[in-house]
């Protein structure tokens, strides 16, 4: 198995905290002849280029985790077009510049961790069908980095664009081919990553974005065949609508006292019907907005579900409770963007999508707000969270059958 700069280059998203030790460093599989790394919040994984040795049968091909300083040191003297043999040397994993000219082996100390599985398809693909674009890489990573002068890049994927925004600039272009049916979508993500997650992934000349509700994806191919794909996780969120200015009203005529119209009937009466629950919605929502809300002209929609989780969640990760009260509240929505600030995305705690599922898993069983707070102050860390997802998911059990 080669290496390439493309695959060495992942040390740049690894994590940089010490509670994940897997995530430290770059997974190396000589088998499957693909390298991975993430940092908890977005993932990239990159094909070695072709022609490189097969892996050996037995101990030698199994998989390891490259700590990150050893591939930040050997890809920093490598050149562009340079290749890095993968070896091993009484069992254990050892890299040489294949370059044509005798070198001494490298020889590092693989991390001692499992990395987990993040073939998983549900975190590489979102819920539904994705908006679809196809552009030119280098021009898109210029743009985006002209445009994401701020904290966060609000994302938007339409049918022959895309578009990022970022205070105090606004840069569209109009680029790609779009696939057939795309739909507008928005998300908001942070800048840093969003600009780490296109260096790592659009290797090739072109690449292809999918954008769910919750998460971007990357995908890339060179043309000797190496390809990649990336995707920032637990991150993005739904960006607002836009609000168009109301069009302005027409003068009124006063009537004319010369003409003599007739006066029109009155409508008749709308006779009230009963409301007609969602068939697609599952769950039902948190608080007092358990029947159908109309908001009236200019007042804001009541948050929705996610809304709630994800402000919890934030809640929960600066050590705060979860009341009732917080539960039933709607004026949080413009809160979120602050609870993440300074906030370590490896910290510690239980992931995002272990948070939703068990918030969806509570409001399926329709528990009460009083158990919905015991047992989400009951996470602390990943293990708890596994250990509340079991303990519903056996709960529910019975009553499904």
């Known amino acids: 198995m080669h290496l390439s700069k493309e695959n060495l280059n992942l040390h740049r998203i690894v994590s940089t905290g010490e509670t994940k030790v897997a995530f430290t460093g770059v997974h190396v599989n000589p088998r499957a002849k693909v390298t991975a790394a993430s940092n908890g919040s977005m993932l990239v994984e990159v094909t070695a280029p072709p022609g490189g040795p097969q892996a050996a049968d037995g101990k030698e091909s199994e998989p390891f985790i490259l700590p990150a300083k050893v591939a930040r040191e050997v890809a920093k003297g490598l050149g562009d077009q340079a290749k890095v043999q993968v070896g091993f040397d009484k069992g254990k994993p050892v890299l040489t510049v294949a370059d044509g000219k ?12 499992v990395y987990p599985d993040y073939q998983k398809p549900h975190l ?56 057939p049916g795309a739909e507008e979508r928005s998300l908001t993500f942070n800048s840093e990553l969003l600009r780490q997650v296109f ?69 008749p009466a709308a006779v009230p019907t009963p409301s007609v629950p969602n068939p697609n919605r599952r769950f039902r929502p948190w608080g007092r907005y358990r029947a159908p809300f109309v908001p009236k002209d200019g007042e804001p929609k009541p948050p929705t579900d996610k809304q709630r989780m994800l402000y919890t969640y934030f809640l929960r990760r600066h050590g705060q409770e979860i009341t009732p009260e917080i539960l039933a509240s709607t004026d949080f929505v413009g809160k979120i963007e602050e609870l993440k600030k300074g906030l370590s995305y490896d910290q510690e705690f239980a992931t995002w999508p272990q948070w939703k599922k068990v918030n969806y898993l509570l409001l399926e069983r329709q528990a009460d707000p009083k158990t919905i707070c015991e047992v989400l102050n009951a996470i602390k860390d990943i293990k708890t969270a596994s250990e509340a997802i079991s303990s519903l998911v056996k709960k529910a059990e019975p009553a499904a059958a």
């Open 199 to 267: 260096a790592a992934a659009a290797i090739g000349k072109s690449m292809t974005l999918l954008l769910w509700d919750d998460r971007l994806r990357i995908e890339s191919r060179k043309d000797d065949g190496q390809s990649a794909r990336g995707v920032i996780m637990c991150c993005g969120q739904p960006a607002p609508s836009r609000v168009e200015a109301p069009a302005p009203k027409k003068a009124e005529v006063p009537p004319d006292p010369s003409k003599d119209e007739a006066p029109k009937p009155k409508p």
């Open 124 to 179: 590489w693909s979102g819920k539904g069908d994705p908006a679809t674009l196809t552009c030119d890489s280098e021009y898109v990573k210029d743009v985006l980095q002209a445009a994401a002068t701020g904290k966060t890049v609000r994302l938007t994927l339409s049918a022959d664009r895309i578009r990022f925004e970022s205070e105090p600039r606004d840069v569209a272009m109009a680029v790609g081919k779009p696939a």
């Open 102 to 113: 005798k070198s001494a082996p490298i020889s590092f100390k693989p991390l001692d961790a």
